[in-house]
């Protein structure tokens, strides 16, 4: 069964260094997203992307923040200059088709700031 | 896992009986909701969708029901399984927007 795949499982990283997320959405998706999960809150909306470009995003998603498709099946989050709150588990998902749709999701990463 | 260390509800079951989660969602607009699984260590998993024309639907061993009058959601686990304990969440699509809004989550734990 295709699934959504990420990488790295685990980052840990220094404040104020650049990561980069990355995710390999279901083959035949055409949009994308990207939650975060802090510890002990909501499952929350980053962000989602369609024909290289941002269809929707979230007040979280700051210019710290920036979403790429590289490449015809990675899909990427990076965050620029990390903060402490940025640690959080963050997950990729992916839809056939626009809104109303099942996203299906990412084991996520987890990405602990220090 | 991500569930770790939150402060999440809790609904214990017996190992054979029937679950019951709820789930209050919060846009009286929103017109698709999903039920997701999450284990331990992985994301959320689908279990069940529901679109606001319909007010039940049914799964293998699972069916959601939708009640728009009181913004009610609700989960129903036939034969509650040890594989069923997780976390499971709620969310809501509402119209004209590509984000999901999660709802706080239920821990289910089966006893055995």
């Known amino acids: 069964e295709p699934e959504v795949t990420q990488t790295p499982s685990h980052q840990v990283t220094q404040m104020g260094q650049e990561v980069i997320l990355r995710c390999v959405p279901i083959?035949?998706?055409?949009?994308f997203y990207w939650y975060r999960q802090i510890l002990g809150q909501k499952v929350e909306f980053l962000v989602s992307f369609y024909n290289n470009e941002i269809s929707e995003k979230s007040e979280i998603f700051d210019d710290q923040f920036s979403v790429e498709r590289p490449d015809g099946s990675n899909f990427t989050l990076k965050i620029r200059s990390t903060k402490l709150e940025d640690s959080a588990m963050y997950f990729c998902a992916s839809s056939v088709r626009t809104t109303g749709e099942t996203q299906y999701f990412g084991p996520g990463t987890r990405l602990l700031v220090l | 896992g991500e569930s770790v260390g939150l402060h999440l509800p809790t609904l214990s079951v017996q190992e054979g009986d029937n679950s019951i989660i709820n789930c209050a969602y919060s846009n009286s607009a929103s017109d698709y909701f999903i039920w997701y699984k999450q284990e331990s260590g992985k994301g959320p998993q689908f279990i069940i969708d529901?679109?606001?024309?319909?007010d039940k639907r049914q799964g293998q061993r699972v069916t959601v029901l939708l009640n728009k009058t009181v913004k009610h959601l609700s989960l129903q686990i036939a034969a509650t399984q040890p594989g069923d304990s997780a976390v499971y969440f709620c969310a809501e699509n509402p119209p004209g927007t590509y984000k999901y809004i999660f709802g706080t989550g239920t821990r289910l734990k089966v006893l055995a």
């Open positions: 083959s035949n998706h055409l949009y």
């Open positions: 529901i679109r606001s024309n319909m």
